[in-house]
């Protein structure tokens, strides 16, 4: 540090507080500083400027700006991307809330005192264990799915015998869904079961005390108490169910990039794709600002 | 109401309430059974597979129970798969990998936990960004970058970013440890700060030993999500010498898919034809070394996970 100025060279070496503390903290940043740089700012620069242009030369990137060009590709020509696309958003807007609901179930079911508490914790994250990779894509491929909560339930054959095909079909679709969720909420179930054990006990006692019921505590205490929780697990969700192994939408820009090598047009892909994620993203921390509990503890 | 609630109980006797809370009970453990049934059933798919001879394959009385065991199959998907050179690189690098997440990580946590300092709302809304783009938006320029580094085909690509404090889900780790560490009390930096104790000191004698929670779930979760990551790899590596063992199974299953769609069996070099069962021991392979690993730290990556902190954002 350089004194400015002279006439106070009695203390030289005293700093602001605060800006001695800012720079410590800048001590603490300096490899995320760093990292930040080069493997997300500038790749994020370099993909943007992709999807703007075209390349002239791969040696040193060499390129040339094309507009809107790749974007209209995208929407007006492509006829694999917007079916793909809806889809993925289709599954994820009934995924997501579908997702929450269970974990939240399961994590509640989880947190209480009970015999083989171990091994119900241990089964309900071997999905997670089991990858949300491949090894997941080809046992869902394989048609292990939707035979699970069939045969363990028994009734389609004589309850689709009297409310007809349709009816059955759609039934079943929904219990796949749900098969499928389930196998994808480890983290989630863990994330709830962190909310779950933060909260006091002693607002659970002071609520028995006073002769509520636990149907009562739940909606008074426990859902109030964890939606910071459940606005982190949703926007995890929602990328996680973006960037799944499982999703067609990213086999489909890996293909682009690396089978068809259209950089830009994959590039121009992935960010049409992401804008929609952080879209859904924004409006549920919109949604759920104005309900989300807040314990003072920010500073 | 809930007076009357009351009164209406106690008229019941003791043997009708002692049923209505073990009726309670079974219902209760019947739902978290079923369950643990849907969760545990690709596992147990998988495992029952993975012993089952051909001919019990393609019969289709034999759901569950394989009418002999047989080990063979993951004798051939062990060799088939070069297990023992994989698991190597998988080992190395998720060590290393988690290594540089739980160091890099639990820093940049700290200081956005405990500091204030200029820009600090505007650089942790590149955290939550972070949390939010998905690697598969900037896979070109980063491939870019790496062949012009020359890290392609090895392990740098996977490694290196995570001491950054980037690489798989970093942002999140970063939340992870920031959350904690805002629940801890300022009185301890303060007392060390009176008693001349620098803020790298500070941090690494006192506030890290007490952040064991988030340590040990950041180290599970990183972990456990660099073993099972396939899309990385798979674009970063192509020699077979670095490959990972996620990326060998697309191998395995195309391998398999061939055969079928063509009805040609092609034997190999020991004759034999790979078949599910085969593939299905060697998914099972894939994932023993990280089993064995979390049912080892299970019960302490529950504690950590209970003590971490994560409400009151």
């Known amino acids: ?299 | 109401m809930v007076k009357a609630a009351v009164k209406k109980n106690g008229r019941k006797s003791k043997a009708a309430r002692f049923t209505k809370s073990f009726l309670l009970r079974l219902g209760f453990y019947f739902l978290l059974c079923a369950l643990s049934f849907i969760f545990l059933y690709p596992f147990i798919t998988m495992i029952v597979k993975s012993l089952m001879t051909d001919d019990d394959l393609y019969n289709i009385t034999v759901k569950w129970l394989p009418s002999q065991a047989t080990w063979s199959n993951y004798d051939i998907a062990f060799r088939r798969m070069r297990f023992k050179a994989y698991v190597w690189n998988n080992v190395i690098v998720c060590g290393l990998s988690t290594l540089g997440h739980v160091i890099s990580c639990s820093l940049t946590g700290y200081a956005f936990a405990r500091y204030k300092f200029r820009l600090k709302n505007a650089l942790f809304m590149l955290v939550i960004l972070m949390m939010i783009v998905p690697v598969q938006v900037i896979i070109f320029p980063l491939y870019k970058q790496y062949s012009d580094w020359g890290w392609l085909n090895s392990f740098l690509p996977l490694i290196v970013p995570t001491f950054f404090a980037m690489g798989l889900n970093g942002g999140f780790f970063i939340f992870l440890f920031r959350q904690f560490f805002m629940g801890l009390p300022y009185e301890m930096e303060e007392a060390a700060r009176v008693d001349g104790c620098g803020p790298i000191r500070t941090y690494a004698r006192i506030m890290l030993p007490m952040a064991q929670a988030p340590l040990l779930v950041c180290g599970v979760l990183s972990l456990v999500w660099h073993w099972n990551d396939y899309f990385e790899p798979g674009v970063y590596i192509n020699n077979p010498d670095y490959r990972m063992l996620p990326s060998v199974l697309p191998n395995l299953y195309s391998l398999l898919n061939q055969e079928n769609h063509t009805m040609i069996q092609v034997n190999d070099l020991e004759g034999i034809v790979f078949n599910e069962a085969m593939l299905m021991a060697a998914t099972f392979l894939c994932i023993i070394p990280i089993m064995i690993a979390y049912l080892i730290l299970q019960r302490r990556f529950m504690e950590g996970v209970e003590r971490s902190g994560l409400t009151g954002m």
Not at chain 1, 85 to 111: G, K, R
Not at chain 1, 193 to 214: C, R
């Open chain 1, 1 to 299: 540090m350089t004194v400015k100025n002279p006439g106070l060279s009695r203390k030289p070496r005293r700093m602001g507080i605060d800006r001695k503390r800012s720079l410590e903290a800048y001590i603490f940043l300096i490899p995320w500083l760093i990292g930040v740089c080069l493997f997300f700012a500038y790749p994020i620069f370099v993909s943007i400027r992709l999807s703007f242009s075209k390349i002239v030369s791969f040696k040193g990137l060499i390129t040339e700006w094309v507009g809107l060009t790749n974007f209209e590709y995208i929407f007006f020509y492509d006829i694999n991307f917007m079916p793909t696309f809806l889809q993925v958003v289709y599954d994820t807007l009934l995924n997501t809330p579908l997702c929450m609901v269970f974990s939240l179930v399961i994590a509640i079911l989880i947190n209480r005192k009970m015999v083989g508490r171990g091994f119900f914790r241990t089964a309900f994250f071997i999905p997670v264990l089991l990858g949300s990779g491949y090894i997941m894509k080809q046992l869902l491929g394989m048609g292990v799915d939707g035979t699970t909560i069939t045969t363990g339930i028994m009734v389609p054959k004589l309850i689709s015998d009297l409310i007809g095909p349709s009816i059955t079909a759609v039934v079943q679709g929904f219990l796949d869904r749900i098969t499928v969720v389930l196998w994808k909420s480890g983290v989630q179930i863990v994330l709830f079961l962190a909310g779950l054990q933060g909260i006091s006990g002693s607002l659970y006692e002071a609520a028995k005390v006073d002769g509520a019921t636990e149907w009562e505590m739940f909606w008074k205490i426990t859902l109030p108490m964890i939606t910071p929780i459940i606005l982190m697990n949703m926007v995890y969700t929602i990328v996680a169910f973006f960037t799944d192994g499982t999703n067609p939408m990213v086999d489909y820009i890996k293909k682009v990039n690396f089978t068809n090598q259209q950089y830009e047009y994959g590039a121009a892909m992935s960010w049409v794709y992401f804008v929609f994620a952080l879209i859904l993203c924004l409006m549920c921390i919109l949604l759920m600002r104005r309900h989300v509990y807040d314990s003072g503890a920010k500073n």
